[in-house]
């Protein structure tokens, strides 16, 4: 596969590209076949949009090849007028017309385009409302595409060690260069190769006549464009927004996965009262904890009026959405006092949510993040982990983090819960910490788990107490200790057990994959002996790209 070559095509170039479009390398006749014929049987065919998945890889790989990239470009550009000559007031039309010279745009990557012509099929095939589903579905297929031999061989000669980071970076390039300038533009680049081609056809009996014709539908709609274009970017611009969300979760996805349980640094969960001295005595202090009155109080759950309010929002959702109680528990008064404002929600798929954690935290848990959310604390904060524990208010004694795991909804599936801006937390029973708190404010996702009554909710791990049997090595020997014959153990020898996730049993969670933050918050940690976790599924980073 190479870039497109300069110039009109050989005969030969046609003849070429033709057989392998149209797929008739094997016929006998196809040697004497007119190419003017063929070409324009090519251009002018099948412009069904209901396509099968494996035509859809089929379509990326042959815009990373001459002259068949050429063709391809010209046949989707008639689709597209052809739909708009009979409802030119079709915005989603106009919309999907602009897609497709997105890839006519001057120094657009064969790779990228490939990629850009799947997601692109999926969205004008479900159309802009259900732009995640498109996405989601669009994405399977990618990487199916990504992992053909000969694309494989693409990419690795062009020396991309990290696929799914470098298709993100060069999507976030093309859509600062989408604007209605380099669009029309494109359009007119698109009817340039249209007249080259169909020129070879022109003085041929009726079939000259009928590429005339379907050039004049072409330019009419480009009379007509400039009215349009304008209103057709923000959609674009959204469409192109969701595709790099979607391809930074997959990067993310494969970078988490390149070690395992060996690398792991984990020096256990802090106790509350170390945790204290090591916030008090940090110099400076961390820039996730603050001083003075929390913005984000929390809500109080013996607020009658509020717990009136907060009920009546849930039954009104039972009620839209045909559940019972049963199927949608309440909030406890703990859960309630984390959100600064909350609201109940049924989040239907294809989507994705992400939980931070650790090896001694559950994959399970019910606190959660939208992916954009997570998108946006690992791709544009400045230190993730601090803005993680700031604004989602995590004290370091609660989650040691380290780790995050992915809740897969997927299309079709739902899951029940509250969501809302995280509260402010304070540490009230703790008279060294009065006037610091973590500020909150990001919104938060609670599900209600399958054992506290929730049917769609998570299944919880299975978790398991070890001993730290070697202050030197920090080896953990495995007990027969549950929690309730840990907690009455000795202060000094509870201070030499911890409980690790032994395995992840929700069968939608995908991981965990590695944060790239490391477990400790404060250079004292350091000092302390890193605990040599056990080969537990539970524990294991997983490989892969977590698809």
């Known amino acids: 596969m190479s870039p497109p070559g300069n110039g009109p095509a050989t ?3 046609l003849r070429d590209a033709l057989a392998f479009l149209t797929d008739t390398y094997v016929r006998f006749d196809e040697g004497r076949r007119d190419v003017a014929i063929w070409l324009w049987e090519a251009i002018q065919g099948d412009f069904n949009l209901d396509r099968s998945t494996g035509q859809v890889t089929f379509d990326a790989a042959i815009s990373m090849i001459p002259v068949v990239d050429q063709i391809c470009d010209v046949r989707d550009i008639i689709a597209n007028c052809m739909h708009l000559n009979e409802d030119s007031s079709d915005k989603w039309s106009w919309i999907a017309l602009c897609l497709t010279l997105i890839g006519l745009i001057p120094s657009l990557g064969s790779l990228l385009k490939g ?8 969205v004008r095939r479900f159309g802009g409302r259900q732009l995640a589903t498109a996405i989601e579905e669009a994405m399977t297929w990618v990487i199916t595409f990504l992992r053909k031999k ?11 060690d990290d696929i799914f980071g470098y298709l993100a970076n060069e999507t976030r390039k093309l859509k600062g260069r989408v604007d209605p300038g380099s669009l029309t533009r494109a359009f007119d680049t698109g009817i340039a190769k249209f007249r080259e081609l169909t020129d070879k056809v022109k003085l041929v009996p009726v079939v000259g006549a009928r590429a005339q014709a379907v050039l004049e539908t072409v330019l009419k709609i480009r009379r007509q464009f400039d009215n349009y274009v304008g209103e057709a970017i923000a959609p674009i611009q959204e469409v192109l927004d969701q595709i790099i969300r979607r391809l930074d979760a997959e990067h993310l996805l494969y970078r988490g996965a390149r070690v395992n349980t060996l690398n792991v640094h984990f020096r256990g969960t802090l106790p509350q009262t170390k945790a204290v001295t090591l916030m008090r005595q940090s110099d400076p202090p961390p820039r996730w904890l603050k001083e003075g009155e929390p913005p984000h109080p929390g809500l109080n759950p013996k607020d009658g009026d509020l717990m009136d309010d907060l009920r009546g929002d849930w039954l009104d959702l039972l009620e839209e959405k045909r559940l019972t109680n049963s199927d949608f528990p309440m909030l406890s008064d703990r859960q309630i006092t984390t959100f600064h404002r909350v609201r109940p929600d049924v989040l239907e798929g294809p989507q994705k949510l992400y939980r931070v954690t650790s090896p001694s935290n559950g994959a399970a848990g019910d606190c959660w993040m939208l992916e954009e959310d997570f998108m946006r604390l690992m791709k544009q904060a400045e230190d993730p982990k601090s803005d ?5 208010a995590v004290w370091p004694q609660w989650n040691p983090n380290g780790q995050f795991v992915v809740l897969d909804i997927p299309a079709g599936g739902r899951v029940n819960v509250w969501r809302g801006p995280a509260a402010s937390q304070v540490l009230e029973q703790v008279p060294e910490m009065e006037g610091k708190y973590l500020e909150g404010g ?7 788990t399958a054992d506290q009554g929730n049917p769609t909710g998570t299944v919880s791990d299975t978790f ?24 009455d153990l000795p202060e000094a020898e509870k201070a030499r057990h911890v409980s690790l996730r032994e395995a992840v049993n929700d069968p939608r969670i995908q991981g965990p ?7 400790t918050d404060f250079d004292a940690q350091l000092e302390d002996v890193k605990l040599g976790l056990p080969n537990l599924p539970g524990q294991v980073t997983k490989q892969g790209d977590g698809s």
Do not use: N
């Open 464 to 487: 398991r107490f070890f001993r730290q049997s070697d202050d030197m090595s920090g080896r953990l020997d495995p007990t027969e200790l549950d929690y309730s014959a840990f907690k």
């Open 388 to 392: 993680w524990r700031q604004f989602l």
């Open 115 to 122: 990629v850009l012509k799947i997601f692109f099929l999926f």
């Open 442 to 448: 990001w919104e938060q996702i609670v599900i209600m």
């Open 513 to 519: 994959y590695d944060t790239g933050w490391g477990t």
């Open 150 to 160: 000969e694309v494989e061989q693409y990419w690795k000669a062009l020396k991309i």
């Open 11 to 13: 005969e030969q170039e």
